[in-house]
Each structure stands twice: as C-alpha cells, then as structure tokens.
C-alpha cells in the first residue's frame, strides 16, 4: 500500500549564519522523523544546484520545502514555489531572518520552528514579482542597496562588520538619488535617499522599512525618504527597529498594486540578494505562495 506519511524535502545551506544552518539542520532533522514526517534531506554544494533541487522537489510533489538557513535559502525556495501546492516552511538559521520575522517563527528556536512545520498549518501570502523573479519581504533600491554593493566588493572584514564599515564608507560620499516612479500608473520624479518595495515590512534584520505592510493584502507598500542631512540620516536608523521613522516628515508612504523604479547606477536587492538592476517593475501576485506559519 502507499505510505500516507508526509513528505517534506529540508533544504539547508550548511554556511548560514556562520555555521548555523548546519546546527539548525541537525536539531531538527530527527524531530521530523520523530514526528512520523518522511524527509528528503537536500544540501546543494552552491545556489544553483539548491535551486535545481528546490525545483526538483516541487516537482515531485512534496508536500513542504523547509528552508534551513537564512533569507537568501527562502528566497531562492519561493522561485521554485510560486504559484504551487507545495508550502514553504522556514527553520531559521541565517543572520537577518526576516522572512521568519514575516512569519512570525520564533527566532533561533529551531524546536519551535520544527513545531511549526509539523503541526502543518499553511497559510496563504502574496508575493512581489519583477521579470520573473520573485521576493516575499523587501525589495531595497537606494541608500541601502547601495551599501549592499559596496559591502560586497570588500574581501574584509566578514560577517556584519562588513556591512557596518560599508555604511560609514557610504555615509561619508552618498548623495539623494533621482528617481522617476510609475505607482500605478502614476508618474513622480523625487530626489530621495532610499526607495524600498515592500511585500512584508523589514529588511536588514528587523529593520521596518515598510512599517505596516501585510503580505496577504494583495497590495505593495511603497516607501520613500525624500533627502536629510547625514547625521540626521544616522540619527533616524534606530527608528527603523521600532517602526516610528514613519513620523519622520521626509517619510512618504504610498500603496499599489503595480511599481516602476528608475534611477541612475542603482542595483536593487531583495530579501538580502542583489536582485537586479534598475529601472524595475514589480508587481504584487495576489495568493502566490502557501507557507507553513
């Protein structure tokens, strides 16, 4: 007879986390089993083979695709999940986690993140889309991004030294950013130091950029902060952590259902991976993906 036990493939990237993927994989792969969940355990030597058998997996129908490791492993998961029966479920292992923060999993309890994915409960979210790829959390095109770029041109040091060193590099040379947008249908030019796209609300390990924005609404939350001076500018990053830069006057907030981004010399990055250059266009996908949550 057919075996009625459910089938999850764990994909894990060991190097998350500086290590932690690998020790998150471990603690929960026997819980699993123990469980009475029947699991195909997926390592990928780099991301393109992790996608190949992300695909692979939803390809033969399982019924989750568990993530074991950072935002980069979720993002890369959603590429294969969009649009399919096959959930996504998230053990949290990475340095950001914020598309466990959209999930709302416990933060590095990986038994109560093993709960989650066995007790089997999905729900349905939105995705954001752009040229075929797809993000579930934020998409950052501006002071941020920018950031991002430099930090990985730089060999030292690692970890999040790097980015800390990457943003007082930038600090001192960044200027507001021209951009023209397209909000569905509608036309602005603004100068600004950041435009983020936002599906879920942080980025960057918990910072609220997109204070407010569900990613079950059917609707992107589309932020700006127009110019401030520098030390204005490190004086507003704690705010981000609490959500209350949304009172800052230079906060402008708008929601639609389409985006169009352009600026000079800007690479975008969502969920935490360089996503592409502008000018992009993202577009919410209602309903897109099933998650364990």
Known sequence: ??????????????????????????????????????VRDLVGRDADEALDLAH????????????????????????????????????????????GRLLDLPGRDFAAAADRVIAGRTHT??????????????????????????????????????????????????????????????????????????NGPSFGGGLR????????????DVVIITPLSKPALVRAYPKLFRGTHTALPQYVHHRARTVTIAAHGIVAYADGERFGALPLTVECVPGALRALA
Request: charged content about 20%; overall charge negative; proline content about 3%.
């Open 1 to 38: 007879m057919p075996s009625s036990r459910r089938e999850i493939a764990l994909l894990t990237n060991p190097t998350a986390g500086q290590g932690r993927g690998a020790r998150a994989r471990a603690a929960v792969i026997g819980r699993f089993r123990d469980a009475g969940l029947s």
């Open 56 to 99: 692979a997996a939803v390809a033969d129908g399982v019924e989750s695709l568990v993530v074991c490791g950072g935002d980069g492993m979720a993002h890369l998961a959603v590429q294969a999940l969009a649009g399919t029966d096959t959930a996504l479920g998230v053990i949290p292992a990475g340095t950001g986690n914020d598309v």
């Open 125 to 198: 979210l939105d995705l954001a889309r752009s040229g075929g790829k797809y993000f579930l959390t934020v998409m950052a095109a501006g002071f941020d991004a920018v950031v991002n770029e430099r930090a990985n041109r730089m060999t030292w040091p690692r970890g999040q030294m790097r980015y800390n060193l990457a943003t007082l590099a930038e600090l001192r040379v960044f200027e507001p950013i021209a951009y023209t947008l397209e909000i569905d249908g509608l036309v602005h030019h603004t100068d600004a130091m950041l435009v983020a796209v936002g």
């Open 209 to 220: 950029i997109a204070e407010g924005a569900l990613a079950d609404d059917g609707m992107l």
